[in-house]
């Protein structure tokens, strides 16, 4: 019995970059015979068991057949004659295809450390069009390696076969739940914009998030966005997101914030009247669909109705910023509506050529806020007691009065 590590840890170690998680696979070796040295089983597909003192995780060796569409639909075989070099060859790409052994030494079958030196992400075999998850583990590696030294490129023959995956409607039969969750991952990495080139580039986006690839192509007024085209805009809004270290739900807010442009009568472009009211049916929409969780489904909701109102608020009435923040339920959660003032910063500096304006209304909405909130409501309630009809509305001429009087100070 040998044991292996491999896939990302290799990977990494390789690159010089810090090492997470380190994964082993397992030669000559029975399920029996892992219990009997300590080893507790955790896989429920094939055998995966955890190490008894590092707890890392330890895969028997294995093969795998499709017999389905999608990615659930394999019949994995594992027994002690299976090779590390068989084991390899159903992964992915080469660069996660390497093993070490417990000398050190590597072993490399497929050409992963070229490939690593290159920068180049190449499929291992045919195999990898039997799992369309992996279309989208590519696009979110070429998130995550997209920055020198280790900026990487996907092989045109690697590309290819991913068109030809997505015209045989593979990507269809993707769970929403792993949909999501590689989305959400690649939004996280350090340049998340990659992620949709190489999704876009091979038909993916159109088939996951046509709503989404709809956006390229549509024209915005220069005078405000010197990029014109919504699909590049949206692309620098979660660059930028991503540069300022921003949480998941204002990543995927801003991605999904100009989504009404995509609906706009070309007879009017550039100009996009009413798309923010547009917009939100398709957010709910795309979040219906991909089971997308609350925190991110609600802001992004938020911020599509809401980011034009925020760059207008410097001109609105003390009595309409009141409607703002009540519509968005500022006082029962008012670091969400925070979170929604970020995700519209988002959107002002992801534009080309006016990265160093000025954006104030994130200081002013959340001076807004904190005055709103100082209002004692149950102070107001107090004067009341007999007219509990009238609460609500003297609630809300207190918040009114309190950003009144905020905005006169600082006039």
């Not at 394999?74 to 093993?99: G, K, M, W």
Request: aromatic fraction near 6%; charged fraction near 25%; charge should be neutral.
């Amino acid at each position: 019995m040998k044991s292996y590590v491999v896939g990302g840890a290799v990977r990494d170690a390789l690159l010089g970059l810090p090492v997470q998680d380190r994964d082993h696979v397992v030669i000559g070796a029975t399920p029996e015979q892992m219990l009997a040295q300590g080893f507790v089983p955790v896989g429920k597909d094939f055998p995966v068991f955890l190490h008894p003192k590092t707890h890392e995780e330890y895969a028997l060796a294995r093969t795998e057949r499709k017999t389905g569409a999608g990615y659930k639909g394999f019949v994995f075989h594992t027994d002690p004659s299976v090779t590390l070099e068989q084991d390899l060859i159903r992964r992915d790409l080469t660069i996660n295809a390497i093993a070490r052994d417990e000398h050190g030494g590597l072993i490399d079958p497929f050409n992963g450390q070229r490939d690593l030196q290159d920068g180049v992400f190449r499929h291992v075999s045919a195999a990898f069009e039997e799992d369309p998850v992996r279309i989208l583990r590519v696009a979110r590696f070429a998130a995550r390696f997209s920055v020198a030294p280790h900026a990487f490129v996907v092989a045109p023959e690697t590309m290819a076969l991913m068109k030809s995956m997505v015209a045989a409607g593979e990507v269809d039969a993707l769970v929403p739940e792993r949909v999501w969750q590689e989305i959400s991952r690649g939004l996280m990495e350090q340049k998340p914009s990659r992620m949709f080139d190489v999704l876009r580039e091979c038909g993916a986006l159109a088939r996951l998030l046509p709503e989404l690839d709809a956006l390229w192509g549509v024209p915005q007024p220069a005078k405000f966005h010197p990029e014109i085209d919504t699909g590049v805009h949206i692309m620098l809004v979660i660059d930028y997101a991503a540069q300022q270290g921003m949480s998941l739900p204002i990543r995927f807010a801003a991605l999904l914030h100009d989504l009404g442009k995509g609906t706009t009568d070309p007879a009017i472009w550039p100009r996009h009247h009413g798309h923010e009211e547009r917009g939100i049916a398709l957010v709910k929409k795309v979040c219906e669909r991909l089971k997308v969780p609350s925190d991110c489904r609600d802001l992004a909701i938020m911020t599509a109705r809401d980011h034009g109102n925020v760059g207008r608020s410097q001109e609105m009435r003390p009595a309409t910023l009141q409607d703002m923040l009540e519509r968005n339920d500022a006082f029962r959660k008012p670091q969400r509506f925070l979170d929604m003032l970020k995700a519209a910063e988002c959107d002002c500096f992801g534009r080309a050529g006016l990265e160093n304006i000025q954006f104030p209304q994130v200081a002013f909405l959340s001076a807004v806020l904190n005055a709103a909130l100082a209002v004692n409501a149950g102070e107001v309630a107090q004067q009341f007691l007999g007219q509990p009809q009238k609460i609500a509305e003297a609630i809300r001429i207190a918040r009114i009065d309190a950003i009144r009087s905020l905005i006169s100070a600082s006039a």
